[in-house]
């Protein structure tokens, strides 16, 4: 069956810091990939999209790598910050044709001060 | 200009009771998805509504229904709640041909 799978365990570094969330997936063949902040009680962010045919994206702190092959992707914060504190979730589509977003648990980060 | 907002924020119903659940998708979207959220959970798919109609379903069964109105806005309708219904219910809206979804804070449902 088709699965999505975060790290359930909470991550927590040290301010400055790299902080490196992994997104695994099986028997799914995305066109694409997402990853979200959402703060407790609040509604998920849009971070970062990255296709298939793309390796890497960035965006100021923020990168995303995508690996088809390992069916993988990882979200890394640079020079982390406290108010980096949240969980983050990596969403996957169905592929073509669906208009269906599969969303992972999330991975909960603490950067500590 | 206004983001997805949602109402009410936080909601207390009784089993086998019916709620509506709003949401006013961002200026200039036209498509709008629900999602359910368990708590410690991601969002699980519910269903997308664009141009009044459903376009797509997720593994929610018949007791959780919607409609779009002719100003994009949603509800999402569920009926003979059940214990289990109780979530955080996210709306998101979004444009046709592009991937991002903007979603809006949330109604935090409690069935009793």
């Known amino acids: 069956s088709q699965k999505i799978e975060q790290n359930s365990e909470a991550l927590n570094i040290q301010e400055g810091k790299t902080a490196t969330l992994t997104c695994n997936y099986t028997n799914y063949s995305p066109a694409y990939l997402q990853w979200y902040r959402q703060d407790p009680g609040r509604g998920p962010v849009f971070l970062l999209l990255?296709?298939?045919?793309?390796k890497e994206k960035r965006k100021e702190r923020l990168k995303v790598t995508f690996d088809t092959t390992l069916k993988q992707s990882l979200f890394h914060i640079t020079a982390s910050q406290p108010a980096d504190s949240a969980t983050y979730l990596c969403a996957l589509d169905r592929g073509s044709g669906t208009y269906k977003y599969i969303f992972g648990t999330g991975t909960r980060l603490k950067v500590l001060a | 200009d206004a983001g997805v907002t949602q109402s009410p924020t936080h909601l207390i119903k009784t089993r086998g009771q019916q709620v509506t659940l709003r949401c006013s998708p961002k200026?200039?979207?036209?498509?709008v998805s629900w999602y359910q959220q368990a708590l410690g959970q991601g969002p699980q798919f519910i269903f997308q509504?664009?141009?009044?109609?459903?376009?797509q379903r997720g593994n929610f069964p018949d007791r959780f229904s919607g409609h779009q109105f002719p100003n994009y806005s949603s509800e999402l309708n569920v009926n003979a709640l059940l214990l289990g219904d109780s979530a955080l219910y996210l709306c998101?809206?979004?444009?046709?041909?592009?991937?991002?979804?903007?979603f809006g804070p949330g109604t935090r449902l409690l069935v009793l």
């Open positions: 990255i296709r298939e045919n793309e």
């Open positions: 200026s200039g979207h036209d498509t």
């Open positions: 998101a809206s979004s444009i046709p041909g592009t991937e991002t979804q903007y």
């Open positions: 509504y664009y141009e009044e109609e459903e376009r």
